[in-house]
């Protein structure tokens, strides 16, 4: 059977396809650091390339392999790359494509951590960053440079629900020679494909929605052609931000469901977002499933699905988010999202908070915005503890 034509949830439950040879239905757990060689030109061969037997697990191992060759299938790239957590992707990513006098730009909006690693680390080894609104096409070719080495994309970000052209800017950038990253975490695979669309590599925080049990901490890059795979897997293997076997067996499993999940929180979502945004005291709801978004169009070409996040505003400002998320039962007042259970949380005073102030006011990051991850609990008992917050405001 070729499993490059397959479906996506059979894609999902049956991987690549390769057998155990002692026939366990699942991929085992290969708990090991190292691989003895067979002899001492076996040894030599594994590495100079010659023969693809494992060596190390930092370098590579089945339990990974098996999760990464599934990944990069369903994001229909080259190879996959897994990693200790998605901020290990992202850096991964920025180590191998920028260095001393290079520029990336990046949106506004990014997950926290991957634009304040820019702002500091990278920015003391002489990376130049430049965080525009990325839905603005003209905005970002102004932004290009000549030592522009990368553009970093997250679509929809995070928190403002923003959604980026990936096949506009993916021509933009090729026409300059610039290669393209989509942090897809929010989509997954089963929503969005940024290679299909035109983007080099694509990167996720596994912990999320691939994962989907919120139990692990993981990430995957996933590149289109085989030259980035060898560099940005070289990256991480010196770099040392491998993932272990276990998360690893973790993540395989969880993402066998990733389509009944996200198709039931999606189904709750519409259902929370609609209800939400006649609510009084909601205001700026932003939801891709909704004619209410900005870019409702645009979300509908590019990803096959709105998704499971909405961010909205409440008129009271911070001190009415703080109101609902100490009066929430059912929701779990905790950062992180793409899990089974739903989650809120206030992105000024947690997830952003290592931001400037004016840099959260020019992304929209305000102090009243709120952050939900819709799970697959009913809808009604969702809303009802929504609703029971909402009235204590
Ligand atoms: C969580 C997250 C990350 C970082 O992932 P970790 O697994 O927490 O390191 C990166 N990008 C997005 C969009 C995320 O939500």
């Known amino acids: 059977m070729d499993h490059q034509k397959s479906g996506f949830n059979s894609k999902l439950v049956h991987g690549t396809g390769s057998k155990d040879p002692l026939g366990s239905a699942v991929t085992p757990i290969y708990q090991t650091s190292t691989f003895a060689f067979e002899s001492a030109d076996h040894g030599a061969q594994c590495f100079s390339g010659k023969s693809s037997g494992y060596i190390y697990t930092r ?25 200790s957590s998605g901020m290990g992707a992202v850096t991964t990513v920025y180590m191998t494509y920028l260095g001393a006098g290079s520029h990336i730009v990046s949106h506004e909006a990014v997950y926290g951590p991957s634009r304040v690693v820019l702002e ?14 990325t839905s603005d096409l003209d905005l970002l070719k102004e932004s290009i440079q000549a030592n522009t080495k990368l553009i970093y994309l997250e679509t929809p970000a995070n928190p403002t629900m923003t959604i980026a052209d990936i096949s506009a800017i993916s021509a933009i950038a090729h026409e300059k020679g610039i290669p393209v990253c989509v942090d897809n975490t929010f989509c997954s695979p089963y929503l969005q494909s940024p290679l299909d669309l035109g983007a080099d590599i694509v990167l996720h925080s596994m912990t999320k929605f691939i994962n989907g049990h919120a139990d692990i901490v993981g990430g995957i890059i996933v590149a289109k052609r085989e030259v980035d795979y060898k560099a940005l897997r070289s990256t991480m293997i010196i770099m040392g931000c491998n993932m272990d076997p276990h998360q690893a067996y973790l993540a395989r499993r969880g993402l066998k469901t990733l389509a009944i999940r996200i198709d039931r929180a999606q189904e709750n979502c519409i259902k929370v977002a609609s209800w939400l945004e006649k609510h009084p005291k909601v205001t700026k709801l932003k939801y891709p ?15 096959r699905g ?57 992304a929209g990051i305000t102090d009243g915005l709120v952050r939900l991850s819709i799970g697959i609990e009913e809808a009604e008992d969702i809303i009802a503890d929504l609703d029971h917050a909402l009235s204590r405001i």
């Open 59 to 83: 370098i590579g191992n089945p339990t990974i392999e098996d999760l990464e060759k599934t990944v990069a299938l369903l994001e229909n790239g080259f190879g996959g790359i897994g990693t």
């Open 120 to 133: 500091t680390i990278l920015k003391r080894f002489g990376v130049e960053a430049t965080f525009i609104d």
């Open 289 to 303: 499933g909704l004619p209410s978004h900005p870019q409702y169009e645009l979300g509908k070409k590019q990803m």
């Open 306 to 362: 709105p998704g499971a996040m909405i961010s909205f505003e409440l008129s009271g400002g911070l001190e009415a988010g703080k109101t609902l998320m100490n009066n929430v039962h059912l929701a779990l007042l905790a950062v992180s999202l793409g899990g089974i259970e739903t989650l809120i949380q206030h992105p000024a005073s947690m997830t952003h908070s290592k931001m400037s102030k004016e840099s959260k006011e020019k």
